[in-house]
């Protein structure tokens, strides 16, 4: 499969009054053509920062790149997203990849129409007239399931109900069919209904219009779904990246079997506990000299004090950064 994304050491730090924040360590992963990556951790992992890194979302100051390589791999061959400047990342940013935000309503402009923003998209990336782009913009409305909408573009934000600011979001992420698609939580804050039938529009969109997606989530199940691969986050790092059938079948790193161990399993006969993972992730103040999970694993050595493991690979396409041996079951 050909690669569309390849993220080689990207380091991410916030310079605050307190100190310096090193929220991203060296994060590597890349995202075939056509394929689903679910990017999964706790709060504070750093899922989304990875993420808007790559598109300069990240307010600077207090957020820094400093460190790293993206490679976007275009019509016209790689392309480094992290040394573009304001204007070469404003013609991929919308263009060819797109981002649905996790708080639609924040996202979209409140002054704005639903169908100017789209609309403003449309003239900026693609040349359209105005008048096009608003008949564009209704279509894209109605593509995504938004009754009436010829009316509905002509609406404000806040007019919308949740799950239609969410569609809404999407018809602005799609509107010029980019490779690729960033889904920062969609589903937060929305009923399971609606949870459900965002899924399962954005997966239609993805067939139709054969777009590589990264979904990132805090809930395994819906990853199950949805994902062909899944990345673990921990603290700035990736400590796991598998197919997704190894990965809850034959997950490997302590913090990954923690994670699958806290979810209810449905028909499970008997009475059970859940996994817990005793303590809090890491400060992240402090730059980062050993295994970042060290003070939660049931597994730790001496060596795991010491030194920062690397990704080894357990099969193919299976990785996990740990200094224990693996075995079917895990750590050893």
């Known amino acids: 499969m050909d690669k569309i994304l390849e993220v080689t050491d990207l380091i991410t730090r916030f310079h605050t009054f307190d100190g310096v924040v090193h929220a991203l360590s060296g994060v590597s992963f890349h995202l075939y053509r056509g394929e689903t990556l679910g990017v999964v951790g706790e709060s504070g992992s750093g899922k989304s920062v990875t993420m808007m890194s790559l598109l300069h979302l990240l307010a600077a100051p207090p957020a ?119 889904a920062d939580e969609p589903t937060t804050a929305l009923d399971v209904t609606v949870q459900a039938q965002i899924i399962d529009l954005v997966l239609r969109l993805k067939s139709e219009m054969n777009m590589s997606v990264i979904w990132i989530t805090h809930d395994l199940g819906v990853v199950a779904g949805i994902a062909d691969r899944v990345m673990v986050m921990y603290a700035g790092t990736v400590v796991e990246t598998a197919p997704v059938d190894d990965l809850f079948y034959r997950p490997a790193h302590p913090y990954t079997i923690k994670l699958l161990g806290a979810l209810p399993k449905i028909g499970q006969a008997g009475n059970y506990r859940l996994e817990s993972i005793d303590g809090t992730p890491p400060d992240l103040l402090e730059k980062p000299s050993h295994c970042q999970f060290v003070w939660r694993c049931d597994h730790a050595g001496d060596r795991c004090w010491q030194d920062i493991p690397q990704n080894r690979e357990i099969s193919p396409g299976h990785q996990a950064a740990c200094f224990f041996p693996f075995t079917d079951k895990g750590v050893r």
Not at 95 to 106: P, V
Not at 117 to 142: C, F
Not at 169 to 175: F, N, S
């Open 64 to 182: 820094r790149i400093e460190g790293g390589r993206a490679l976007y791999f275009g019509d016209n061959g790689p392309l480094d997203l992290l040394g573009l400047d304001t204007a070469g990342i404003s013609r991929i940013r919308g263009g060819r990849m797109g981002f649905i935000f996790q708080d639609a309503l924040s996202a979209l402009n409140p002054v704005m129409t639903v169908g100017r923003q789209i609309s403003e998209t449309l003239v900026e990336h693609l040349g359209m007239t105005t008048a096009r782009a608003w008949n564009r913009s209704v279509q894209l409305l109605d593509y995504v399931g938004i009754p009436e909408p010829g009316k509905r573009a002509a609406a404000y934000p806040h007019q919308f109900s949740g799950g239609m600011r969410q569609r809404a979001m999407i018809a602005l992420a799609i509107a010029c069919q980019p490779r690729v698609i960033i």
